[in-house]
């Protein structure tokens, strides 16, 4: 599980290729840090409208997570940004940036001075089931497109690796194997291993490092 | 291929590549994005093109171009820039060009916005451009099924020198569940004799749709009619869910079915006795299906997020034996289970237990 202590009034950008698990990472990472002290949760994904951290607000907000976005049209995909972001960005508070996949990242360069300045974390979630990361050099191609989108270093890699519903703890060890790999080459940790609550005690192996993904964004209703 | 999690929007990209298609021609609009993403990516790496048109208008006789020249051929956009394509639409089925289009639709009319909708049904099974002509139109509700039936679209497109659409929604779009690519049955495909290959050595083919001689192009319109008769005849397709004993039946294609289904089960723990009948091809609509219910059925519900758009072909296949009821929601919002409910339970006389 995380240690908040360590996250603390850092400022953590979470990027990666789309449909990463980017999002459903960062509203996680939000879920466990939010009794932690003051939080906010940046969404700043300005290139897909679906599936974005915004559309938990009414679950992380109660919880006193302030969630930073275009409040005038939640659901459209304008490329606006909310000025609250760079308030947040100066201050004490703790920040997770939801940014969006891929090309997404581009919007980073605007805060990148900022971002600099605070010696901000960056993570890339990778899912080795995912199409053009299912290899180390994948992984690294992807990674390389972002830092070149955002002009920023990618600081750790988490690794996401899953099926979805289908998923198994095989899938967490094979794209363990492969996401250290990456990481070994770029010269990055792997902080977490993220996976389903119910798999957590058929990985005791990965021990604190493992990260359970509790809250999902898939539409409850749709079997 | 081992199996992967990708979006729907993705998945079709890759579907249409292992089917072939080697030409992707449009113009990006929101909910489905990630279709030309993919294909610009994927398809220089399988010596195939990627071009971003101008507009729709252009993207849709790029295809028609492509399709002429007996080539597989996609393109994909969502609701405004369907209508955009309606009259190049209408001149491939005239020409009786094979090729795959995509529609995930967003809400209408006009721009309207860019969540999940249904509101395309008539425009898709109806015809959509102008003359008598008709799309064979299929309804996923799965990414996976969408991969299966975009894989098998290709053939049929060939098989009936008829142009495919794929229906869906932003849901579908956009979600992310795991696939696998498998080849499908295969169809015995005629020859592309007509297609314009270069004529060295034989007579020129020439793609077109215009026929100025009235006896002709009426002879022309009675051809394609018989060809959708015959699609009538051997392609419908749905899924039956618990309709065995069913007394109502729920009515919904796509992303709808499945929270549908979800309400079927719920119905039955109220001791409601409901069942599904989910329309997989939506032109040919399943009419068939409805001859294999029980007599035990007493009405029928369609769920949609129209604002009633298939409960038309529903109510024809129906032909007065039983009522027919709708619930839909519109404007991007997806129907919840409970609300389903309700009027169900309003149809059925209240709960049973």
């Not at chain 1, 599980?1 to 360590?6: L, T």
């Not at chain 1, 955002?150 to 095989?170: C, M, Q, Y």
């Not at chain 2, 102008?130 to 053939?155: R, T």
């Not at chain 2, 049929?156 to 499908?184: C, H, S, W």
Request: net charge negative; proline share 6%; with cysteine.
């Amino acid at each position: 599980m995380i240690n908040g202590d360590k996250l603390a009034g850092r400022k953590l950008v979470i990027v990666g290729a789309y449909g990463s698990g980017k999002t459903e990472f960062a509203l996680n990472l939000a879920l466990q840090m939010a009794a932690k002290g003051p939080l906010v949760l940046v969404d700043l994904d300005i290139v897909n409208p679906y599936f974005r951290s915004r559309d938990a607000t009414e679950i992380l907000e109660p919880l006193g997570v302030e969630v930073v976005y275009n409040r005038q049209f939640r659901d459209a995909d304008l490329p606006a940004l909310s000025a609250r972001t760079d308030t947040v960005l100066a201050g004490p508070e703790t920040v997770i940036i939801d940014v969006g996949g891929d090309d997404g990242a581009r919007v980073l360069g605007r805060y990148r001075p900022r971002l600099e300045e605070q010696n901000a974390e960056i993570w890339m979630v990778v899912n080795c089931f995912r199409p053009f990361t299912a290899d180390p050099e994948g992984i690294r191609t992807t990674a390389g497109r972002i830092e070149s989108k955002s002009g920023l270093k990618i600081t750790a890699l988490v690794n996401n690796s899953n099926l979805g519903r289908e998923s198994i703890p095989d899938h967490v060890r094979q794209g363990a194997a492969i996401v250290e790999e990456a990481a070994r080459q770029m010269g990055v940790d792997v902080p977490f291993h993220c996976c389903r609550p119910q798999l957590i005690p058929d990985l005791p192996e990965f021990q604190d490092k493992l990260f359970a993904m509790e809250l999902s964004l898939f539409p409850a209703d749709i079997t | 291929m081992a199996k992967q999690l990708m979006k729907g929007n993705e998945a079709i990209g890759e579907a249409a590549i292992q089917a072939g298609c080697r030409y992707f021609f449009g113009y990006p609009i929101t909910p489905q994005n990630e279709v030309p993403e993919y294909m610009s990516r994927r398809l220089p790496e399988v010596g195939g093109v990627f071009l971003q048109a101008e507009s729709e208008v252009a993207a849709i006789n790029m295809v028609y171009g492509a399709a002429g020249a007996g080539d597989r051929v996609m393109t994909s956009s969502s609701s405004p820039g369907i209508s955009l394509k309606q009259e190049g639409i209408s001149y491939i089925a005239g020409s009786e060009l094979p090729c795959l289009i995509i529609n995930i639709i967003r809400g209408g009319p006009g721009l309207g916005g860019i969540q999940p909708a249904q509101s395309d049904y008539f425009q898709a099974t109806k015809g959509g451009g102008h003359g008598d002509y008709h799309l064979f139109v299929f309804a996923p509700a799965s990414v996976q099924e969408m991969v299966d039936l975009i894989m098998e679209s290709f053939d049929i497109a060939d098989y009936y020198r008829n142009p495919v659409m794929i229906l869906g929604d932003g849901t579908l779009g956009q979600m992310m569940e795991p696939v696998e690519f498998k080849a499908p049955k295969k169809r015995d495909l005629p020859p592309k004799d007509w297609a314009t290959t270069g004529c060295a050595g034989r007579e020129r083919n020439v793609i077109n749709s215009l026929s100025l001689v009235a006896e002709n192009l009426e002879k022309h319109n009675h051809k394609l009619q018989e060809k959708y008769r015959h699609m009538k005849e051997n392609e419908q397709r749905w899924e039956l869910y618990k309709t065995d004993d069913a007394e109502l039946v729920l009515v919904a294609y796509g992303t709808t079915a499945r929270i549908v289904k979800s309400v079927v089960n719920k119905l039955r723990d109220q001791g409601i006795k409901a069942g599904l009948l989910r329309p997989i091809t939506i032109f040919p609509f399943p009419e068939k299906a409805f001859a294999l219910l029980p007599d035990t059925v007493k009405a029928f519900l369609a769920v949609e997020m129209s604002a009633g758009q298939m409960v038309e072909d529903v109510r024809l296949a129906v032909d007065g034996k039983c009522p027919v009821h709708f619930c839909g929601r519109t404007g991007g919002i997806i129907p919840a289970p409970a609300e389903i409910i309700k009027v169900a339970t309003e149809i059925m006389g209240g709960e049973r237990k």
